[in-house]
């Protein structure tokens, strides 16, 4: 029912900057906490960042602190994510989730987008 469509994705050099766009549509999606996710190969998905469904409330993983900003536009049901400072570690596919609770986004749970793809070159 929810269907979350990611853009933005691309290749950029290290230091350089990229902003990921997820738009949202369905019943209740602007009361959906929203995030992204991010699988690099070979690995794990990982968590990256969420941001609840009033924009009040944010989390992020250790790794992309200070340089991620996660931010939504309930009037767009659009969450972007801001990416300064690059890392060649930073390359990976990202995802876009959304769910009605903040943890279940946390956890990996409720629904996903196709993902796109982001590779930071040295």
């Known amino acids: 029912q929810v269907q979350l469509v990611e853009s933005g994705g691309g290749l950029v050099q290290a230091g350089g900057s990229l902003r990921l766009s997820c738009a949202a549509s369905g019943r209740t999606v602007s009361r959906y906490a929203m995030g992204w996710f991010r699988q690099a190969a070979g690995k794990e998905r990982e968590f990256v960042a969420v941001v609840s469904w009033s924009g009040g409330t944010r989390t992020y993983a250790d790794s992309v602190k200070g340089r991620f900003t996660i931010s939504r536009d309930n009037g767009k049901n659009t969450v972007y994510l801001q990416m300064n400072t690059l890392l060649p570690e930073d390359t990976a596919v990202y995802y876009c989730?959304?769910?009605?609770?903040?943890?279940?986004?946390?956890?990996?749970?409720?629904?996903w987008g196709q993902g796109t793809q982001v590779t930071v070159s040295s």
């Open positions: 989730a959304a769910d009605e609770y903040y943890n279940a986004v946390i956890r990996g749970d409720g629904y």
